[in-house]
């Protein structure tokens, strides 16, 4: 029964944009986009602690609650805009914002200090 609902509302998205003069590839590509960005969220604070592995660090968010996050070698890190590696985005003290799904971060843009 999923899978006919799946299918029907599947035929239903598609066909949907067409009849108000979207097309619908460009509907669906955009509704795929809006999903995932839902599914990912965003943190900021101060980076607090980090792992001497660099598998994991915390940032001490505004409201003084510490939030620790994973990270692989998909993750990318920025500092002060520019793309670089984790070892030279990441230290103690500078303010960074964490884009992140379960605990892990896909994005960790960092700010260094002024």
Same mark, same amino acid.
């Given at each position: 029964?999923? #899978?006919?609902?799946? +299918? ?10 067409? #009849?108000?003069? /979207? ?6 590509t ?16 101060t ?8 598998? +994991?660090?915390? #940032?001490?968010?505004?409201?003084? =609650?510490?939030?620790k ?5 998909? +993750? /990318?890190?920025t500092?002060?805009?520019?793309? /670089?590696?984790?070892d030279?985005a990441?230290? /103690?003290?500078? =303010? ?9 971060a ?9």
């Amino acid at each position: 029964m999923k #899978i006919i609902c799946l +299918t029907t509302t599947a035929i239903a998205l598609s066909s949907a944009p067409a #009849i108000a003069g /979207v097309c619908p590839d460009a509907f669906l590509t955009t509704l795929r986009t809006a999903m995932v960005q839902r599914a990912m969220d965003e943190a900021e604070g101060t980076l607090a602690v980090i792992a001497a592995d660099g598998s +994991t660090f915390s #940032i001490l968010k505004a409201d003084d =609650h510490y939030a620790k996050y994973s990270v692989d070698d998909k +993750t /990318v890190y920025t500092l002060d805009g520019k793309e /670089v590696e984790r070892d030279v985005a990441l230290a /103690v003290g500078r =303010h960074a914002k964490v884009t992140y799904e379960k605990d892990l971060a896909s994005r960790v843009d960092v700010m260094s200090e002024k």
